[in-house]
């Protein structure tokens, strides 16, 4: 009997006293509200640390921009896959190309060069690889040149200076030449059938081993 009312002495002042049933969900609702007020703060910046924190996260996603950015102007700046040879082949020769004003200083200076965004393709041409060059004022193909230096960026850079831009060649992609062989320019209804096209009357300057070959033969037929 005294456990009895003891149990029943002990239920009783739990229904009286409130705050031991709603214990448990008044302090879930004080955790709520302050989770609350911290995520507000967070987002209106009002502690100073975190409104660092969200230049830092915002400084990261514009780096982050401005490597894609510049992924994107590198991809612009090289050669699409149309114009480079497939993977699997050999480069065997490389075509230059000039008009009646650059020939004379390409051969001056023993030294032919391209635009900027052949850089990494003549980067490929070692010493000894053969070289044709192209006029496309008379519409002829000049050779057989062969490499004296590996290819590379700016080797003369006062070579067909930019005027606008002093020390800057207008055609950085360069590599030294020299003549191996002097013939007979070849016409393009000789030429054309050998080379590699894409849209349209473009060719791949880049040479296969076959292409170059067949152009070496079609040059010494054509004699000296």
Request: with cysteine; aromatic share 8%.
């Given at each position: ?205 880049e040479l296969s081993i076959p292409e170059t070959l067949d152009l070496l033969d079609l040059c010494e037929q054509n004699g000296v």
């Amino acid at each position: 009997m005294l456990n009895l009312n003891l149990d029943m002495k002990m239920a009783e002042n739990m229904n009286k006293n409130p705050l031991r049933n709603g214990a448990v969900y008044n302090t879930n609702a004080v955790y709520q509200k302050g989770n609350n007020r911290i995520m507000e703060n967070m987002t209106s910046g009002k502690y100073p640390g975190n409104s660092h924190n969200n230049k830092d996260l915002n400084n990261n996603n514009n780096n982050d921009n401005n490597s894609n950015n510049n992924a994107a102007d590198k991809r612009f700046k090289t050669l699409p896959a149309a114009e480079t040879l497939p993977r699997d082949e050999v480069l065997g020769g490389y075509i230059f190309v000039c008009n009646n004003d650059t020939m004379q200083e390409d051969l001056k200076r023993q030294l032919f060069g391209l635009p900027p965004r052949y850089r990494d393709s003549v980067r490929a041409i070692t010493p000894g690889l053969p070289l044709f060059l192209y006029n496309y004022t008379t519409h002829q193909l000049h050779g057989i040149f062969e490499a004296t230096t590996f290819g590379g960026s700016n080797i003369d850079p006062t070579a067909w200076e930019d005027k606008k831009c002093k020390g800057e060649s207008r055609f950085p992609a360069q590599v030294r030449i020299r003549i191996r062989k002097v013939c007979k320019a070849l016409e393009e209804d000789a030429f054309r059938p050998v080379l590699h096209h894409y849209d349209g009357p473009k060719f791949r300057l880049e040479l296969s081993i076959p292409e170059t070959l067949d152009l070496l033969d079609l040059c010494e037929q054509n004699g000296v």
